[in-house]
Structures are given as structure tokens and as C-alpha cells.
């Protein structure tokens, strides 16, 4: 995360003395990403936060791969997806290579039982449908409709639902999800052409303090395996903290689209980047204003990347029968591009209300079992339609 933060009472000088009222000390401990080469923040526990009670036997959650080579272009019905109780449990893998792990999930469920920790990945959660409250040793982000919420890898937490009726789009990355560079100066703040500005960022506040032992159950995620880890303290113990690396969240309405005279490239769209995919927000602007502007896209050769796009709500224009909550996944080596009639249709359009999640990775993506069963199997060849 690109900006200091700070919640709570820290000492005045990192890593020296600092005394609970008591007397006794504090448990400092430095949560970073990246070895000591990225983010990282200096928390303040009640208790050492490596009381280990009892192991469990780890649980398999590995994707079940059944397309490791696909050429194919699909079209995913990510609300077939059942809802599930539990918010670990509702989590269905899609598409997966070793970079990333792209899934939906209905929860229908609070995460209050149990906390989560995810060891291997960072996480980014889309919130579709539903409001809530992230719940973690950093302080809580209230969330709502259209917020990204960034979880960095190892951070433990809980998620507070208001309603059941929740749906979230969410990617597991092995390399952390960034500012795009390009709008970074050499200081780490987003410059003036940035989509977005440090004003928009959800950081964590409201720190909870428990001062609590017992049994406190984490379920943490490593190498495709939930370990079951049950700890002598409670996980939320912490009194102060400061760095950079914690969890923040960002709204997908709060970017502000870039538009030009004729269309701009999908770069334009970018809200996050990682060492192997990025992530761009197609949002409500206005079209292309040049006075014989095609506002429609351009057949594209992404030959180096698969594209996928989670269509959030509005009409996309490009695209015939899409609703909200499908996938589409265009694999790089082919070329893609607006469906028959998009493009006549496009011109003189002022507007476009379409709200969507892509999501480009630089290498393939395999599908799950879960993916292809709810693949509509035809949507490869809805360029053709009436030709056949
Ligand atoms: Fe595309």
C-alpha cells in the first residue's frame, strides 16, 4: 500500500522498549511482503501472536483443473453459482494458473465462527452484491456495492455481512496488487493523471483490542491446503500499528474514466497491477467525441494475455446477451471484438452506463470443473450467429 498509515499507540522509536501499563511489554512484531523488500507495518500485541494451541489435519481446496489448454472463447454464468453458508465454503475457483486464482463466491454468512488467513496470496474481493464490515487486527473498512477491498497475503481476518444476499468476484495473486506505476512518482504518490487519488482509498479504522485467551481457531490457506491452527490469544489484540502494508479497499465508482476523441486502449481502464496480471474498471463515461468516432472496440489480438471480463451492471455495448454476473474469458492467440451489429450500433452514442471487472493475465488461464459447469458452451461462436 502506497501511503503511511497509523491506528492506535506505537512507541515513539521502532523496535525499542514500550510498556503496558503494568509494566510488561508489548509483542512487536513486523508484518511484511516480498521477504523485506516490500510493504510492511509494525504492529503492537497484548499477546505474542505465536501461542500455538493444536494443528488440525490440513483440508484439500486445490481447483480441480479439467481444461489445463484452452483456446476456446466461454462465456461464464457466475451467478449459477449456489450461495453457501459459510464464507470459506462458497468460494468456487474458475479460472487458475500459478500466477492467480480467479473465483466467485455467494456467502450467505457472517465469518464470525472461525478467522481466515490466506498464507500464499493476497487477496482482492469485488463486492457485486451485499455490504458488510472487514474485520481485521488493523482495524475494520466498512464496505458496500462496487469496492474493491485489497487483503494482503498473511493478514488474519473476519467479515461481517449485513444482509445474505452477497456476491463477490475474488482473485488470489502471488504478487501483490499494486498502483499501477505509470501513475507513481518517484515518492510512491499518484500524480495528477492518475484515475483515482489517495482521497478515494477505504483505510482500515476503528481498531479492536481484545484482551482475550482461550481457543481461537484460524483457518489458514497454504499450498492449496486449509490448516486448521488453534491459538491461545485472540488474533485481534493489537494496540497500535503503522506502515504500509495493510488492508484498504478502494470503489470502483470512485474512478474516474480517461476518454479521448477516439477509443482508448484498455490500459486506460487499469485501477491495479501485479508482477502477472492486471486489473482495469470499465465504468460509466462518456464515448469518443471525435465527429466520426467508433465508440465500440477495435478487433484486438491480446496475443500475449487471456482476457477476462466480470460484468458488474449497465449494458455493455460491445457485447450481445450479457447480463450481470457473467464471465468472459477471450485466451490470448486469437483475436476478439465486438459482436455482430456492436459496432454500426455504437456510433453516435454519447454514453455508455457499463459497469465491469477485467481482469488480463499474462499467462493462460486453466479451467476448473466448477467453470465449466457453468459455461454456456456457445459462446465461442455468437460471432456467427445467422451465418450458419
Ligand atoms: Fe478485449
Not at 455467494?106 to 493476497?122: E, G, H, Q
Not at 490469544?233 to 465508482?253: A, K, L, M, Q, T
Amino acid at each position: 500500500m502506497p501511503i503511511y498509515h497509523r491506528l492506535g499507540e506505537v512507541p515513539p522509536k521502532r523496535h525499542t522498549q514500550f510498556r503496558k501499563p503494568d509494566g510488561s511489554l508489548y509483542h512487536e512484531q513486523v508484518f511484511g511482503t516480498v521477504g523485506f523488500e516490500g510493504t510492511s507495518s509494525l504492529l503492537y500485541h497484548l499477546q505474542p501472536p505465536t501461542k500455538v494451541k493444536s494443528v488440525g489435519t490440513p483440508q484439500d481446496v486445490s481447483p480441480k483443473i479439467v481444461v489445463e489448454n484452452n483456446l476456446t472463447m466461454r462465456k461464464l454464468l457466475g451467478f449459477s453459482v449456489k450461495p453457501m453458508d459459510d464464507f470459506l465454503d462458497s468460494r468456487v475457483p474458475l479460472l487458475v494458473n500459478k500466477d492467480v486464482t480467479l473465483g466467485v463466491a455467494a456467502p450467505r454468512n457472517s465469518l464470525t465462527d472461525y478467522f481466515c488467513k490466506n498464507a500464499d496470496a493476497d487477496e482482492l474481493l469485488f463486492i457485486h452484491k451485499g455490504s458488510g464490515k472487514l474485520r481485521t487486527a488493523f482495524g475494520s473498512i466498512p464496505f458496500e456495492y462496487g469496492d474493491y477491498l485489497v487483503i494482503p497475503r498473511g493478514m488474519i481476518y473476519q467479515i461481517d455481512f449485513d444482509t445474505e444476499d452477497n456476491r463477490i468476484l475474488y482473485l488470489e495473486s502471488h504478487s501483490p496488487f499494486e498502483t499501477p506505476r505509470r501513475y507513481r512518482n518517484h515518492f510512491g504518490q499518484l500524480k495528477e493523471h492518475a484515475p483515482y487519488s489517495e482521497r478515494d482509498y477505504k483505510l482500515p479504522t476503528d481498531l479492536e483490542t481484545h484482551d482475550e485467551t482461550g481457543d481461537f481457531l484460524i483457518k489458514i490457506k497454504k499450498q492449496n491446503a486449509l490448516h486448521s491452527l488453534t491459538y491461545a490469544s485472540h488474533p485481534f489484540d493489537v494496540v497500535g500499528w503503522d506502515g504500509y502494508n495493510y488492508p484498504w479497499g478502494i470503489s470502483i465508482h470512485d474512478f474516474e474514466p480517461i476518454t479521448g476523441r477516439v477509443h482508448q486502449p484498455p490500459p486506460v481502464h487499469q485501477m491495479f497491477q501485479t508482477d502477472a496480471f492486471v486489473v482495469c474498471s470499465f465504468c460509466p463515461r462518456l464515448y469518443d467525441y471525435h465527429p466520426l468516432a467508433i465508440p465500440a472496440p477495435y478487433n484486438h489480438s491480446n496475443i500475449d494475455s487471456d482476457e477476462v471480463l466480470y460484468y458488474v451492471d449497465g449494458d455493455f455495448m460491445s457485447r450481445n446477451d450479457i447480463a450481470a454476473g457473467h464471465l468472459t474469458l477471450h485466451p490470448g492467440g486469437i483475436p476478439h471484438g465486438p459482436h455482430p451489429g456492436a459496432y454500426e450500433r455504437s456510433i453516435g452514442k454519447k454514453e455508455t452506463q457499463e459497469l465491469a471487472v477485467m481482469v488480463d493475465t499474462f499467462r493462460p488461464l486453466m479451467l476448473t470443473q466448477a467453470a465449466l459447469a457453468i459455461d454456456d458452451g456457445k459462446y465461442y461462436r455468437s460471432w456467427v450467429q445467422g451465418e450458419l
